[in-house]
């Protein structure tokens, strides 16, 4: 009989008294008792309107039947045909705004927790089953994938299991993208990213580091190493600032680098690793999306007694996902909204140590949809504040584009693609994720990257 409790499952979280000292992981998944019971709230309806919000196609109530059956490692298989990242994307994807979003039962109470049961199957599978032997019929070409965030690992490892031999290319020292630099700790632990990377270097695919292309390389160079097509799958890893007074002091921080030093370099275990991260008394965090959330609640777990989140719209408009809102608060994080920055203020030796804002009020809509901020008249007033992280956005790096002759860009770096097959304007360049559609999420870049290695495979045997 389904469960027709119009609740979720609760899951199981750390008290947020106690997370916010530590950077464990927030949300501690579902027992199987637990994962047995929201899979039984699955009505299996004929429709599987799920399905369709899913940016790789996972074959939702089938793998939510296997759950309710106990029969953990098919429902990890029958996820894993579509999705090669589950661990990952049942902790990070927005499931509220995709597959759940579309849920029968959150017409009349909540959908079933589809991002839950997707984590527990995978994290069941990694704890409990062993990994098959993969078999793998050998094409002997070469396809070059620039990246290793979620659209170049997605990619690579589906051109792997075609029978390609895949190279990745990374400029950091470690792979993982935005999976090992931006996502903190506590929401996604670096040990899961690595067994997920693991998984597709046992397919064959060789990953080689410290590689900056367009300056160790480039495309054309690529070519002539004999690879039959290249994916470029760099992201987008140039923070944007808000060209106000005072942005250049010490203690501005682009979110980018506090978070690349927390995450990749470790800051968070200092002074036991080399990389300290200077976080003042009291933090201002400018934005309002998950990037901002994450910075925040960085800031409070390395000790910083009032974390402030900047922004300048209300909350409604926030493009933060609701469980980061909520969790920030729950940790203490202090949101001051409908307030806009004018200039940072710093002391005489360069240092910051306050940050002027206006009140905001919304008007009319403007082209995101969303109310315009307005200023409001006389409404200016000083925070006292020693540190200020900037979490408005990022573009893509302009490397590659600079050092490619024949590749069309949008103007603000985004790299000019077919939508069907991912083609770009040169001859045997595929690109996708974030370096096309500048930030978005990890299952949108997975779902180019599936795109990508499909279109690949097509091209390389039409040149046959």
Sequence with gaps: MPNMSPKKVPMPEQDPNVRNKNFLEVALGY???????EAQRCLQCKHRPCVEGCPVNVQIPDFIKLVAEGRFEEAYEKITETNSLPAICGRVCPQETQCEKLCVRGKKGEPVGIGRLERFAADWYMANAKPKEVKIEKLNKKVAVIGSGPAGITCAGDLAKMGYDVTIFEAFHTPGGVLMYGIPEFRLPKELVQKEIDLVKRLGVEIKTNMVIGKVFTLDELFNEGYKAIFIASGAGLPSFLGIEGENLNGVYSANEFLTRINLMKAYKFPDNDTPVKVGKTVAVVGGGNVAMDAARSAKRLGADNVYVIYRRSEEEMPARLEEI???????IIFKLLTNPVRIIGTEDGWVKGMECIEMELGEPDASGRKKPVPKPNSEHVIDVDTVIIAIGQTPNPLITSTTPGLTTQKWGGIIVNEETL???KPGVFA????VTGAATVILAMGAGKKAA???????QSKN
């Excluded at 996708?432 to 370096?435: K, P, T």
């Excluded at 499909?454 to 390389?460: F, G, R, T």
């Design 454 to 460: 499909k279109a690949i495979d097509q091209y390389i």
């Design 326 to 332: 909520h969790h920030a608060k729950e940790e203490g």
């Design 432 to 435: 996708g994720g974030d370096a």
């Design 423 to 425: 083609a770009t304007s």
């Design 31 to 37: 027992t199987e008792e637990m994962a047995k019971e």
